[in-house]
């Protein structure tokens, strides 16, 4: 398993600049983000992971996994409802996944066109699928295109991570959170994970 090529550079700019967000850092030396490169199966997991915890996203996923064997847009598009539903998926979240699978066949998204878009691009076309909103969109930049500078303001891990680190008192305003995170940028999307990683016993991966 590969690390972003910017991974190591950005640790080394972020425990620099900031004093607290380094010492989360340093405290995860052989942890690093895994990225998947199949579009389909990490915008499935973004959508499965929607609104809920790491820990309960990850057993509704293996469940489903079980059950359809390969995360294909064909497979999700002939899989009966009530075989997703057992897996511990809300109806909505089994709409959204065949909205996905028929955008992948229809070809109605272009993966092979990211490379040349900005996040912003990228964001407002992926937003076009019912079911994906900028945080499920902001997901697959990191955890797929592994872009660097992605801060997910509306993520409440992230909220979370951040107030614990600076002993600020939980929920803080978006507009705070994202004042911030500018101190982060260029590897916004490195500090985000490390957020996560300051919160939950397993790395977060979609």
């Not at 996923?61 to 064997?69: H, R, S, T, V």
Request: proline share 6%; glycine share 4%.
């Amino acid at each position: 398993m590969k690390k972003p090529f910017f991974w190591e550079k950005a640790k080394k700019e972020l425990i620099k600049r900031d004093r607290k967000l380094g010492s989360i850092i340093k405290s995860y030396p052989k942890d690093f983000l895994f990225t998947k490169s199949d579009p389909f199966y990490t915008l499935s997991r973004s959508i499965v992971g929607q609104q809920i915890s790491v820990k309960a996203a990850q057993a509704v996923w293996d469940k489903l996994e079980i059950k359809i064997k390969n995360m294909r847009p064909l497979n999700i598009k002939k899989s009966h409802f009530m075989t997703m539903k057992s897996c511990g998926l809300s109806r909505q979240k089994i709409t959204y996944l065949k909205s996905l699978a028929d955008a992948f066949i229809l070809k109605k998204i272009e993966p092979s066109k990211w490379n040349n878009l900005s996040d912003e691009e990228i964001i407002e076309e992926l937003i076009q699928i019912k079911g994906i909103g900028r945080w499920t969109a902001e997901m697959f930049l990191i955890f797929n295109l592994c872009r660097p500078d992605i801060f997910p303001a509306d993520d409440l891990g992230v909220i979370k991570g951040i107030c614990e680190c600076y002993n600020l008192k939980y929920p803080i305003p978006k507009k705070h959170a994202i004042k911030i995170s500018r101190k982060w940028i260029p590897y916004r999307s490195v500090a985000t994970w490390y957020f996560w990683r300051s919160l939950d016993p397993i790395p977060v991966e979609y």
